[in-house]
């Protein structure tokens, strides 16, 4: 999904040095860059394969690690769960491909609100999956969560797209992308985990990438691709140095400014603005999440919904 970085986990749990303020300054300013890639992502859509604009955006996280190959040597992929992060690179393909599919059919506001829901299925399967103890305040949390997603995709009432299942399979995805980075983060470093991500990604979009294949004919095509990669790329670079400096209960929150953006680039460059029942249904979905942040960080730790890591 690329609404939503790839906030990795620090290594070593919080980081040594802590500076929430640049920390939560470099997360705006991720999201303000992730905005503007989805934003030119769904213009491309008009002219190109959602797996070739896929593609495309990681290419510039590749472009970084081949710098970091530089610097750490052939160490970068040392990884005691390869297998893991194999599988963490396919989910990234897969819910950035859905999320860009599903942009061309429905307004970008609305699209960002349902993937909100993404910390609440990271609590799901932090309870099933990782056995981490859930109280019933945030399995009410979750529950309300899920209701804030339905009034936004309003199922049954004749204004769902069908696409609008595409954001909820890349928010899943995306979610369980955050589980496997909290079980990489215990023994595998930040670093690796962004490079597995982005050779498994690049490699799995490259294999089919004949068929959809089409070279960029104008001058507009290939600034708004250069773009979009760019921004990506320095979006990616935001999130992991805010998560260096930055807690990640304080930087979790952010998150949520991308429906700020989602909604001016809406209106801005479609023409959308999301509807009464978009905004209710956001504002109960952000409400909840940042009760359960708040109450992890009342309690001195991060909860699951606080390890918000992008899809990207």
Known sequence: MTTSPAAPLHPHGEPSHVDNVRGVSLMALAFVLFSVCDMLAKLLTGDFHPMQIVWTRQLALLVGVVVALGIHGPGLFRSRHPAMQVLRGLLAVASAA?????????????????????????????????????????????????????????????????????????????????????????????????????????????????????????????????????????????????????????????????????????????????????????AVIMATGLYILHGEQKRGRPSAAAKIESSR
């Open 98 to 282: 859905c999320f860009i599919s599903a942009v061309r059919f429905v307004p970008l506001a609305d699209a960002v609100a349902v993937t909100f829901i993404a910390p609440f299925i990271v609590t799901i399967l932090s309870a099933r999956l990782l056995g981490e103890y859930v109280g019933a305040r945030r399995w009410a949390a979750v529950a309300v969560g899920f209701l804030g997603a339905m009034i936004v995709i309003r199922p049954g009432m004749g204004t769902m797209h069908p696409a609008m299942l595409l954001v909820v399979v890349a928010a899943t995805g995306f979610a369980l992308r955050q589980v496997l980075s909290r079980r990489l983060g215990n023994s595998d470093r930040t670093v690796t985990t962004v490079a597995y991500t982005a050779i498994v990604s690049v490699t799995t979009l490259s294999l089919p990438l004949f068929l959809f294949w089409r070279t960029p004919e104008t001058a507009r095509q290939w600034v708004l691709l250069g773009g979009m990669a760019l921004a990506a790329g320095l979006g990616e670079w935001a999130v992991i140095r805010a998560f260096e400096i930055g807690q990640a209960v304080a930087l979790a929150p952010v998150h949520y400014s991308m429906m700020i953006w989602a909604t001016f680039w809406g209106w801005l460059v479609f023409g959308d603005l999301p509807d009464v029942w978009t905004i209710i249904g956001a």
